[in-house]
């Protein structure tokens, strides 16, 4: 994984990758947001999934960090999270090898990056509006 000046890979990746949300508004009908209603889902998911990763991550359970990143990263695909989706799959290889997640990346990158999307998601919807 080619590292950047910040040290970390995921450093020059959006948050944010819009096109993703715009083409699921495409395919939306007037009663139905695909976009706003995978945006919910995954606002109401990510602080559970980011509360199990940390715990996976105090006790060292491996499998538990793998399977959480997995989760977030497949979450953070569906909606454009480019940056967050890069974090968690930086996590879950180091899991699956045997690494040190943290050397990877950590929770506080996890949590960091899901309130850089807040934000972003809060202009995309506002926008849409």
């Not at 695909?77 to 045997?98: N, Q």
Request: glycine share 4%.
């Amino acid at each position: 994984m080619k590292l950047n000046e910040s040290g970390k890979p995921w450093a020059d990746v959006p948050t944010l990758d819009r096109s993703v949300l715009e083409e699921l508004r495409e395919y939306s009908s007037e009663e139905q947001d695909l976009a706003e209603e995978l945006i919910d889902l995954f606002l109401d998911d990510s602080p559970k999934q980011l509360m199990a990763l940390r715990r996976a991550l105090q006790d060292t359970d491996r499998g538990e960090v793998e399977k959480r990143s997995h989760r977030l990263k497949g979450s953070a695909g569906s909606i454009g999270a480019a940056r967050l989706r890069k974090i968690c799959e930086a996590l879950e290889s180091a899991a699956r090898e045997g690494s040190e997640p943290t050397t990877a990346a950590t929770d506080a990158d996890v949590a960091a990056e899901l309130e850089a999307l807040r934000e972003a998601l809060s202009s995309f919807t506002k926008r849409a509006s």
